[in-house]
């Protein structure tokens, strides 16, 4: 029992950093109906961001952790967002009246020279970090395990709630969410009632960049290291987390990637680690058997 509470609490927290991801992939595709293969490398790209800023106000400025802590997300959201916003301008933008590969191999050149960028002006090594946040609770143990819940666990699932019912509401209830709907259901119908369609294309890759930048600070505060390779895993993980989910549905991004985390540390812990990113995806390939939209998808309408 004391095994499989500890790895619950582990794949809620894994799962929660994949869901972070997971929405950016599928506010992306909702819109524009394109996978961003480069929103892994985003993802990577807000680590490192977090790290150089984690260090910079601690070790030079002399900050306590948790402003700057605070600090690090603020500026990680900025300066990703600022990132994503340029790469959609650069290298999708003019590609969104082609035909319908040609956005996706730019995505997936963008993740090559992300990943090839970071490993030149950064170095190929895995760069450690001292620890953000230190301190655990021991729930329940035995002499021979225990169940423990760092704080750090805690600040990750919280945030992740966090930005799943702010994002929600933003989609639901504001004049950007509306535009976004709109956009999703028919870009030329929603620009011709005088909705700035590119505008709201930006904005979208920008808030889902910022999503990413945290996910980034999370999974820098949860391993404490980050290498230039860490952007292709975790996102081939969060988009097949969207899909689970449902692409298209917030919900179903973050208990998509609730499911793949738990998937993965349950595999783990019984059976044997080698295999386990081979279990989330077969158990991929089984629900899209039965449920081909998703958990929390909808079928998709044919206009006519």
């Given at each position: 029992?004391?095994?499989?509470?500890?790895?619950?609490?582990?794949g809620?927290?894994?799962?929660?950093?994949?869901?972070?991801?997971?929405?950016?992939?599928?506010?992306?595709?909702?819109?524009?109906?394109m996978?961003?293969?480069?929103?892994?490398d985003?993802?990577?790209?807000?680590?490192?961001?977090?790290?150089?800023?984690?260090?910079?106000?601690?070790a030079?400025?002399?900050?306590?952790?948790?402003?700057?802590?605070?600090?690090?997300?603020?500026?990680?959201?900025?300066?990703?967002?600022?990132?994503?916003?340029?790469?959609?301008?650069?290298?999708?933008?003019?590609?969104?009246?082609?035909?319908?590969?040609?956005?996706?191999?730019?995505?997936?050149?963008?993740?090559?020279?992300?990943?090839?960028?970071?490993?030149?002006?950064?170095?190929?090594?895995?760069?450690?970090?001292?620890?953000?946040?230190?301190?655990?609770?021991?729930?329940?143990?035995?002499?021979?395990?225990?169940?423990?819940?760092?704080?750090?666990?805690?600040?990750?699932?919280?945030?992740?709630?966090?930005?799943?019912?702010?994002?929600?509401?933003?989609?639901?209830?504001?004049p950007?969410?509306?535009?976004?709907?709109?956009?999703?259901?028919?870009?030329?119908?929603?620009?011709?009632?005088?909705?700035?369609?590119?505008?709201?294309?930006?904005?979208?890759?920008?808030?889902?960049?910022?999503?990413?930048?945290?996910?980034?600070?999370?999974?820098?505060?949860?391993?404490?290291?980050?290498?230039?390779?860490?952007?292709?895993?975790?996102?081939?993980?969060?988009?097949?987390?969207?899909?689970?989910?449902?692409?298209?549905?917030?919900?179903?991004?973050?208990?998509?990637?609730?499911?793949?985390?738990?998937?993965?540390?349950?595999?783990?812990?019984?059976?044997?680690?080698?295999?386990?990113?081979?279990?989330?995806?077969?158990?991929?390939?089984?629900?899209?058997?039965?449920?081909?939209?998703?958990i929390?998808?909808?079928?998709?309408?044919?206009?006519?």
């Amino acid at each position: 029992m004391e095994v499989f509470l500890q790895q619950l609490i582990n794949g809620l927290t894994l799962g929660s950093i994949y869901g972070l991801i997971a929405i950016g992939y599928t506010m992306v595709f909702g819109i524009i109906g394109m996978v961003n293969f480069a929103h892994g490398d985003v993802f990577m790209v807000g680590g490192f961001i977090a790290l150089m800023c984690f260090m910079i106000l601690t070790a030079w400025l002399g900050l306590a952790v948790i402003p700057s802590l605070l600090l690090v997300l603020l500026i990680g959201m900025i300066l990703t967002g600022l990132w994503n916003w340029t790469i959609e301008r650069v290298a999708y933008r003019p590609l969104r009246g082609s035909f319908r590969l040609a956005p996706l191999i730019s995505a997936i050149g963008m993740s090559i020279f992300l990943a090839n960028l970071v490993q030149v002006l950064q170095g190929p090594r895995n760069k450690p970090l001292p620890p953000m946040i230190q301190g655990n609770f021991v729930l329940m143990g035995s002499e021979s395990t225990t169940v423990v819940l760092a704080y750090k666990q805690i600040v990750i699932v919280v945030v992740t709630v966090a930005l799943l019912i702010a994002f929600w509401w933003l989609v639901q209830k504001t004049p950007l969410g509306r535009a976004q709907r709109a956009c999703e259901q028919d870009r030329k119908m929603a620009a011709l009632l005088g909705i700035d369609v590119d505008r709201t294309i930006s904005i979208t890759f920008v808030i889902g960049a910022a999503l990413a930048a945290v996910a980034g600070v999370m999974y820098l505060m949860y391993y404490g290291v980050v290498s230039f390779s860490d952007g292709f895993v975790p996102g081939v993980k969060a988009f097949t987390a969207a899909v689970l989910g449902g692409i298209g549905s917030l919900p179903g991004a973050v208990l998509g990637g609730l499911l793949i985390g738990l998937i993965e540390t349950m595999w783990s812990a019984y059976f044997t680690i080698d295999y386990k990113d081979v279990a989330a995806f077969s158990i991929l390939a089984i629900t899209l058997i039965f449920l081909p939209t998703g958990i929390l998808g909808r079928p998709e309408v044919e206009k006519v």
